[in-house]
């Protein structure tokens, strides 16, 4: 019973994944292959996952779901260009003020200011699907995504109540104040941001 089941996992990860395929697409060609929600959890690339990646019946799970930090904004006149909609400059200050939301929602704030530690933002990519118009109402769905020696990526998304108008990956790297250089955060920092240890413990452990 068990032979069977890890050959055919062992089939699947060699066919379906490439080596450097992050969890989350690991889990999304799992859920598209009919594994069960357990088999994804278990033995994606043979790892232990962290339960925040985990997906049920084609869903995300409760904890995946309670990552997502919102922040809902009236789009007004001034927000407006002479096309009638939102022009696409806007949402870029839409992304950080709910990116400042999800600091705020997270303590993060405080937490710079003690480790030593700042960010910056090194690279945005938008993906525009739909506009937003007066007096509609937007809802920005923000995330730790990914984490990397120094760095980390954020997951945003601009919903109305009709559509989704836009995806974002926005990438921000860790500075030390003192020093004006990219730093990895210390542990006192990682401690202090769950989401992001949370992240790390998911790769194994390493930040990086």
Known sequence: MVLPFLISMVYFVNKFVPPTATPRAILGRAKRQHFSAIDQFYFVHGQYLHPSVLYSAGKKSQKEEDLDTKTNIKIRGYHIDHFGHVNHGRYIEFLEEARWVYMDANGLIPLFHETGIIHVVAHLSVSYTHSARANESIEIKTRL????????????????????????????????????????????????????????????????
């Open 145 to 208: 995504d990914k984490v990397g020696q120094a760095s980390f990526t954020m997951a945003q998304s601009i919903f109305t109540k009709k559509k989704q108008v836009l995806e974002a990956q926005v990438t921000n790297v860790f500075i030390d104040i003192r020093t004006g250089k990219p730093a990895e955060p210390p542990r006192s920092f990682i401690s202090g941001w769950s989401d992001l240890s949370d992240c790390i413990k998911i790769k194994g452990g390493k930040n990086g």
